[in-house]
Nanobody, 113 residues
Framework: QEQFVESGGGLVQPGGSLNLSCVGS????????MVWHRQVPGKGREWVAT???????MYDDSVRGRFTGYRDNGKNTVYLQMNSLKTEGTGVYCC???????WGRGNQVTVSS
């Protein structure tokens, strides 16, 4: 059974940084494309970043240059380093294996002064 457990969220002031992590299990982690999304109040789910097994990364325009995704296949973990956070970055951040129907509970990130 696939599982995703996120951690690392919290409250941060605009311009601050947070590092999120997500541990995946129940599938061959190193072979799979991993995706970060965020659930934004009033807007629904937004794609944030995609991490390919070979290290290729793609980011939504709203976070490119400020967010960095990376993975440690030995730990079955993907990370999202978020710098220069903006108030519109507030939301519940979740990770998922591409194509999976399973989601983790996500982690709340609140950007507020």
């Amino acid at each position: 059974q696939e599982q995703f457990v996120e951690s690392g969220g919290g409250l941060v002031q605009p311009g601050g940084s947070l590092n999120l992590s997500c541990v995946g299990s129940g599938f061959p982690f190193s072979d799979e494309i991993m995706v970060w999304h965020r659930q934004v109040p009033g807007k629904g789910r937004e794609w944030v970043a995609t991490l390919w097994p070979g290290g290729v990364l793609m980011y939504d325009d709203s976070v490119r240059g400020r967010f960095t995704g990376y993975r440690d296949n030995g730990k079955n973990t993907v990370y999202l380093q978020m710098n220069s956070l903006k108030t519109e970055g507030t939301g519940v951040y979740c990770c998922q294996k591409a194509g999976s129907k399973t989601w983790g509970r996500g982690n709340q990130v609140t950007v507020s002064s």
